[in-house]
C-alpha cells in the first residue's frame, strides 16, 4: 500500500523513505563522517523522530520493491500537478531509481522535483541522466556544503548563510515564511541552476560560524 506524506509547508505530496538509512552518500567515502549537510539533518529531529512520521518512511522501504508499486503511483498521481520525492531519505537502491523514473515517464502531467546525493555514485548515472531529460523533472543535485559551495550539474542546491549565497543562486525564501513555498516554486524549474537554502536553527547556525572561522569560507 502507498504512503505518501504531505508537509503542512508544501504545496504537493511526497513520497519518502527514514533518513540517513537511506543515505548512502551522506557519509564522507573516507572517513565514514556525515557531510557537513546531513549532520544534524532536519529529518532526523522535531517531528520526524515522531512514530507516526517513521511510520510510513519505514514502510515505503519495503513496499517500493512490490511489482505493482509504479503501477499504483501513477494511479495515485493522477491529481497532482507538483510532487516531491524525498522530504527525507533518497534513492538509495537503483532498482528504485528505475521505478522512480518509470513513474515520471508515465506521469508528464506531474512536475517531480528530486532532490540527491546520489550522483556520487557512478552506476546512477544513466538513470539520473535519463530523469534529467524528462520534461517534467527536475533532479537538483544537493552540494555537501553549509556554506554555499556549489557543484556542478544543471540544477543543484546548497546550503549557504546569508553571506554565502552563491552569486547565481536563487534563495529559498521559506526562512522568511515560517518555512512554508507559498507561491515559490523554484525547486521544480528547470531554468533555476542553483536553489540556496538559508541554514537555520542554533545547531546549523553554530556550525556554519565554525566552519566559516576555521575555514575562511
Ligand atoms: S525555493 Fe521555493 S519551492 Fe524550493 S523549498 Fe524554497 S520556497 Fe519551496
Not at 573516507?30 to 544534524?40: E, F, H, N, Y
Not at 517534467?136 to 549565497?165: H, K, P, Q, W, Y
Not at 533555476?192 to 542554533?202: M, N
Request: charged letters at 30%.
Amino acid at each position: 500500500m502507498l504512503k505518501l506524506s504531505k508537509a503542512s509547508k508544501m504545496p504537493c505530496r511526497s513520497w519518502s523513505l527514514q533518513a540517513l538509512d537511506t543515505c548512502p552518500a551522506s557519509r564522507d567515502r573516507d572517513t565514514g563522517a556525515l557531510v557537513p549537510a546531513c549532520s544534524g539533518c532536519y529529518a532526523t529531529t522535531g517531528n520526524y523522530r515522531f512514530k507516526n512520521v517513521k511510520a510510513p518512511r519505514e514502510h515505503n522501504r519495503d513496499d517500493w520493491k512490490r511489482p505493482e508499486w509504479a503501477d499504483d503511483m501513477v494511479r495515485e498521481l493522477d491529481n497532482d500537478r507538483y510532487f516531491r520525492w524525498f522530504d527525507s531519505g533518497d534513492m538509495y537502491d537503483i532498482r528504485l531509481a528505475r521505478k522512480i523514473l518509470e513513474v515520471c515517464e508515465r506521469t508528464p502531467w506531474v512536475k517531480h522535483w528530486i532532490p540527491t546525493r546520489m550522483y556520487k555514485f557512478s552506476k546512477f548515472s544513466v538513470v539520473l541522466a535519463r530523469l534529467e531529460a524528462l520534461p517534467n523533472v527536475v533532479v537538483r543535485l544537493s552540494s555537501d556544503s553549509i556554506t554555499g559551495e556549489v557543484i556542478s550539474g544543471s540544477t543543484t542546491s546548497t546550503i549557504a548563510t546569508l553571506d554565502t549565497v552563491p552569486s547565481d543562486a536563487v534563495v529559498c525564501e521559506a526562512y522568511t515564511r515560517e518555512g512554508k513555498c507559498a507561491d515559490c516554486r523554484a525547486c521544480w524549474d528547470k531554468t533555476v541552476s542553483v536553489v540556496a537554502y538559508i541554514g537555520h536553527g542554533r545547531s546549523m547556525v553554530k556550525r556554519q560560524t565554525d566552519l566559516i572561522a576555521t575555514t575562511g569560507a
